[in-house]
């Protein structure tokens, strides 16, 4: 769990600062979220498959399974950042708060869903 807090907290990092800076020039959550996850998600991906769950499964199946968990999490955190901004938060803040909000959702979906381990028949 510990590495898995050290790869989301710098994904975090990266997202954020993505999102804190385009956000004042385009104005839209989705499609600034869009961009800013998007640029993220490549070192997340990589780094939670090697390091942090250590999976053993081919890039095209764990590909797949991550690319559709990263579709409803992009989903619930944009809802959640566009929420927290309507209801007069800050868009850098709203952007932290709905991380902190979603991180039990993600690991949940990364452990048990997209690198679970398989069972070896013997």
Known sequence: MLRWFVVGCLTVAIDWAIFVNLY?????VALTNLISASLSTAFNYLAHHRWTFKSEQRHVTSGTRYGIALFGMYVLNT????????VGTAAGVAKLLAA????????????FLVFRREEKVI
């Open 79 to 86: 809802f959640l950042v566009k929420g927290f901004i309507l």
């Open 100 to 111: 902190v909000v979603q991180a039990p959702v993600s690991y949940s979906v990364l452990n």
């Open 24 to 28: 004042p020039r385009i104005g839209s």
